[in-house]
């Protein structure tokens, strides 16, 4: 890898690190463009891909389009039904769930990811 796609590499993880909005491969791109001007959104799709798989960003879906989030600790979403804004929520994660779900069927569970849905404060205020 040369110089310039460590750069870009660097910027896309960095931009994800330094937000908390769980943004698209879209909004990344409008911002690495503000840092890498002729940065291209099939190399924004590239490294974002390549980030997911080494587990350096969390990867998911909803509403069948790909969110990332910079925090790859296993956390719980929340979704607002109106708005459509996804937030980390601070609950640590239920590890009985595993073992819950594991006794009930025979599989043998590492893990799992959960998402809320429902209205966010400023949504509910409305
Ligand atoms: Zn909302
Ligand atoms: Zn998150």
Request: glycine fraction near 4%; hydrophobic fraction near 30%.
């Amino acid at each position: 890898m040369n110089i310039r796609q460590t750069r870009q590499r660097e910027t896309i993880l960095e931009i994800l690190r330094s937000t908390h909005c769980h943004p698209t491969a879209d909004w990344v791109y409008e911002q690495a463009r503000k840092i890498i001007p002729n940065i291209s959104l099939g190399t924004v799709y590239r490294n974002l891909n390549f980030l997911a798989k080494q587990n350096q960003v969390l990867r998911f879906e909803h509403d069948h389009v790909c969110r990332y989030d910079g925090y790859t600790e296993n956390h719980y979403h929340f979704v607002c039904t109106d708005c459509g804004r996804v937030c980390d929520i601070n609950v640590p994660i239920d590890t009985t769930l595993n073992r819950r779900v594991a006794r009930g069927s025979g599989y043998s569970v590492s893990s799992h990811r959960a998402m809320f849905f429902g209205l966010c404060s400023e949504c509910k205020r409305k």
